[in-house]
């Protein structure tokens, strides 16, 4: 017998057969439990959409706290926030702010559409230079939005304002503003806080005058100090003094 027959044999006993079995493939999911799967993302999702919308009706009685407030508690820095009823915030200040951020506060419904398409239409090829945010806008980017973004964020921002003055009347909108509103450095939120630090008085005594100041500290009061007003932000106050405000709205 030929010896190079019997490994021929050999090798043909070890080499693999091409119709050999494939293993097994790993199992894929059944379909029931890819549908839901599916379910619990879309509920995960409607429930996030829906949350500002429960948490405005439920902030009709109960103080809110800001995003920003949230965020610095979760990263362990101060928050300094008294919060105060409308009626403890001298109306002096309700005034300045009108005048300063958003003169048609009482005849909007929570979007000045006017100004916004203005901003449109005046933006360069860079972005609009100035923002068309009103009172009610800066509520709902405070309490349940981020800062920058403005493009992705101003969709929402609209929409959850208009929602807001649908629900809460303009003098809770003005209440809650005036309690949440980032007003100094170091997690200063809120007009009682920024009385007290910037005049020592808590904001029922606030004159006319510091209003002022404090409204012309908002665009950006991290910098501005109202403690200690450059020359800058008084003219800004005086200029925010000498202009009328309609705050019949805040009377109801």
């Known amino acids: 017998m030929s010896l190079d027959f019997g ?16 293993p097994p493939a790993e199992p894929e999911p059944a379909p029931d439990m890819r549908k839901r799967r599916r379910r619990q993302i879309v509920r995960i999702i409607a429930a996030i959409i829906a949350l500002p919308f429960v948490l405005t009706v439920v902030y009709t009685v109960v103080p809110p706290v800001s995003t920003l407030m949230l965020g610095r ?25 009108i005048s300063s951020e958003d003169a048609r506060f009482c005849s909007h419904w929570g979007v000045d559409w006017d100004a916004l398409w203005l901003v449109i239409e005046e933006a360069g090829e860079d972005g609009p230079s100035r923002g068309a945010s009103t009172i009610t806008m800066q509520v709902a980017k405070n309490l349940f939005l981020w800062p920058g973004g403005g493009y992705l964020r101003k969709p929402f921002e609209i929409v959850l304002a208009t929602w807001i003055d649908l629900v809460w009347s303009k ?59 450059t020359r800058l932000q008084m003219r800004r106050a005086a200029g925010i003094s000498s202009r009328g405000a309609d705050t019949s709205c805040l009377s109801r």
């Open 73 to 97: 508690w979760l990263t362990l820095q101060p928050v300094e926030r008294d919060w105060v009823s409308f009626e403890r915030i001298n109306p002096s200040l309700a005034r300045a702010v």
């Open 7 to 22: 490994l021929e044999r050999e090798e043909a006993r070890t080499e693999p057969s091409p119709y050999s079995p494939l």
């Open 171 to 229: 003098r809770r909108t003005m209440e809650v503003y005036l309690n949440i509103v980032e007003w100094g450095p170091n997690g200063v939120f809120g007009a009682e806080a920024i009385a007290r630090k910037a005049f020592r008085k808590p904001a029922a005594n606030l004159n006319a005058g510091e209003s002022a100041i404090l409204a012309a500290a908002l665009p950006n009061p991290i910098v501005r100090n109202s403690a200690k007003p």
